[in-house]
């Protein structure tokens, strides 16, 4: 009879802690970190290839991510941020559409207590501490690259290289940036000459418009095309077919990004060059994501490492590309 009773009393405290365990773990999972993420939107292979990058790499870190499209609108990414320090996420990341015009956002969020990380670019603040971290890539040194590239591309070349620019969004932070790397490259060296520099936007279709209006406006002169992503110079490149030129040849080809379309179109003769411009950050994201919430302290800048890559090695590369 004792037996039973001890059984019985050791059942109820079994259950009893089985109970509190599961409690605990109900907490446990009510305290899973939460991620606020604003994307610009999805513009180009590059941003859906980042956007893809982010969402696996939440789910592989066991991070709760609340995405927000922003359809390349400012005024969207920043109801966003206002929603996410509504909900009181843990952790607020954002790839800003244009560099200035955050602060008054951003020091909502500083108030709440949520720290911020900007992936991909960068803003324009006095107040640097309105920000924990940049995960990214030098925007500068890619125009630099791009460049250093043509220079040597073209040496012994007599006469002047007439170059025509499609820019990026306007007021965007790589836009700007891979303008400026460029532009300090060739500076001392006047046979180079940018004859017209327009936004395409980052897109294929105001990529090939825009070169549409560079061929009837210059014609034969131009010498060179730089674009600022890819998707812009897949679109010129149309542009330039339709025109009866030979993309890759009659005009050479410079674009910034390396998705798999570059590859292809270096593969088929008709793009001279792309800068890689990593959009797989989500790994680097998630990473600084769980150290801030360790409390560890975060570098200013985490700079991806990147490379240069010629028509010449398309066929050979094409194969690991991931996006």
């Not at 630099?144 to 932070?173: C, F, P, Y």
């Amino acid at each position: 009879m004792k037996r039973s009773r001890f059984v019985a009393a050791a059942v109820v405290v079994l259950t009893g802690l089985l109970v509190i365990l599961g409690g605990l773990g109900c907490q446990a999972e009510k305290k899973k970190v939460t991620l606020g993420f604003s994307q610009i939107g999805a513009e180009s292979e590059w941003r859906t290839a980042n956007t893809k990058s982010i969402e696996e790499a939440a789910k592989e870190a066991g991070i709760e991510l609340k995405l927000s499209d922003a359809q390349q609108k400012q005024e969207n990414q920043i109801k966003a941020i206002r929603s996410f320090i509504a909900q009181k996420v843990d952790v607020i990341a954002f790839s800003p559409v244009v560099e200035t015009g955050w602060e008054p956002v951003l020091r909502e969020a500083k108030a709440a207590k949520i720290p911020v990380i900007l992936t991909d670019r960068a803003v324009d603040t006095k107040d640097e501490s309105l920000w924990v971290t940049f995960i990214g890539s030098d925007f500068v040194e890619e125009g630099r690259r791009a460049a250093n590239w043509l220079v040597e591309k073209t040496k012994g070349q007599e006469g002047t290289v007439n170059i025509v620019e499609l820019q990026g969004t306007v007021g965007s932070a790589p836009a700007i940036d891979r303008k400026k790397g460029f532009e300090e490259v060739l500076k001392d060296k006047p046979n180079f000459k940018i004859l017209r520099s327009q936004t395409g936007d980052f897109t294929r279709a105001k990529g090939k418009e825009v070169m549409e209006a560079f061929l009837k406006a210059e014609g034969k002169n131009i010498n060179v095309l730089y674009a600022h992503n890819d998707d812009m110079a897949i679109g010129a490149i149309q542009a330039i077919e339709e025109a009866g030129l030979r993309p890759g040849k009659d005009i050479l080809i410079i674009s910034i990004d390396a998705v798999k379309g570059a590859f292809e179109a270096m593969m088929a003769g008709k793009l001279n060059v792309t800068v890689e411009c990593s959009p797989l950050l989500g790994p680097q994201l998630m990473s600084a994501v769980n150290d801030l919430m360790a409390g560890k302290t975060l570098p200013k800048r985490i700079v991806t490492q990147e490379g240069v890559f010629p028509m010449e090695t398309a066929a050979q590369e094409f194969p690991k590309r991931k996006y």
